[in-house]
Every structure is written in structure tokens, then in C-alpha cells.
């Protein structure tokens, strides 16, 4: 973990500083946006700072490894704030039951790489879990199942993260 955590930082360290170059020497200046993300989902969940919740139920239910393959997995990231939302006891009871708790996780995440450009096109997606998402757009607001979509396309390796400000439970 502690590999991963580091990892992330340097990737997160270089993004940075790639973004900030000297914008007066236009032959070497990039954008974060051009360079080809190297952090999978699960570093770049941990580089977002965001989502420690999350990154602590993935490793509990024992999918580290999996949202660090080859993918590509679209996935809705419920936020800390999200979690805290959740009735009281609730995330102890799931992290209490991994079976339970990997359900929930995989209702997040959709196979294949969906950018907000596709999303908006979509009524439903359906999960890894099994079941389907409902996706509405409403005066360009995005939600899934009810809960809004509030930043779109965090591009990983090995696919794309979309913030959700609630956790959906199937």
C-alpha cells in the first residue's frame, strides 16, 4: 500500500508540474490533459485526496486488485462527504461484511471506458455488479440514480472516474 500511495504522489507531483510549465516557452509547455494518464483507478483515487473512504472499503472487500487491471472501468466515486452521508452505521455494517460491501462497490463501476460525452447520451448503464444505472441529464446536470454527478472524466490508465456526491446502493 505503501508502493501505491508513493506512486500516486509522484504521478500526481508530476502532473502538477507538467500543468505549471513556463508559458512563454511554447515548445515544451504541456497540459496534464496531454499527457497519457499513468495512475490507475485506485492511485488515482488516492492522489485525488477524496476518496479515502472509498480506497479503504475497495481494500476491504478485496478489489484493490481488481480495479488495478487491465480494465477499462468507468467508475461513479462516491466523495468522504458521500459516505458520511450514509446513515449512521451503515458503512460499518458493509465493512463489516465483505460480500455486502463488494456488492455495493461494484454497483459503482460500469465495464468499458464511458467519458461524460457518452454518459449524457445514456438512460442506463449496467454494472459490473449486474444491475442497471439510471441516468438522467436535466438542464445539463447529470445524475446516477439520484445522485449528481459533480466532476466528469478523471482519467486514470485504466479508464475514467466520475464524482458522485451520493453512494449508491443497489
Known amino acids: 500500500m505503501r508502493r501505491i500511495r508513493l506512486f500516486a504522489a509522484v504521478s500526481a507531483i508530476a502532473l502538477v508540474a507538467a500543468a505549471c510549465g513556463d508559458a ?3 515548445t515544451t509547455t504541456t497540459t496534464a490533459a496531454a ?28 478489489l484493490v486488485e ?25 458503512l460499518d455494517s458493509l465493512l463489516a461484511d465483505p460480500d455486502a460491501l463488494s456488492n455495493v462497490l461494484l454497483y459503482h463501476v460500469v ?10 447520451e445514456l438512460s442506463t448503464a449496467t454494472t459490473v455488479q449486474g444491475a442497471d444505472l439510471s441516468i ?35
Do not use: K, R, W, Y
Not at 467508475?75 to 449512521?88: M, N, Q, S
Open 111 to 120: 465495464p468499458g471506458e464511458v467519458t461524460a460525452d457518452q454518459v449524457v
Open 35 to 62: 499527457v497519457a494518464p499513468t495512475a490507475d483507478i485506485v492511485e488515482t483515487a488516492i492522489a485525488a485526496g477524496d476518496f479515502t473512504t472509498l480506497v479503504a472499503a475497495v481494500e476491504a472487500a478485496d
Open 66 to 90: 481488481t480495479l488495478q487491471g487491465e480494465g477499462p472501468f468507468t467508475v461513479f466515486a462516491p466523495t468522504d462527504e458521500a459516505f458520511a452521508a450514509l446513515p449512521e452505521g451503515t
Open 136 to 170: 438522467e441529464v436535466t438542464d445539463g446536470n447529470v445524475t446516477v440514480n439520484g445522485a449528481n454527478v459533480v466532476t466528469t472524466d478523471v482519467m486514470a490508465s485504466n479508464g475514467v472516474i466520475h464524482v458522485i456526491d451520493a453512494v449508491l446502493v443497489p
Open 24 to 26: 512563454a516557452d511554447d
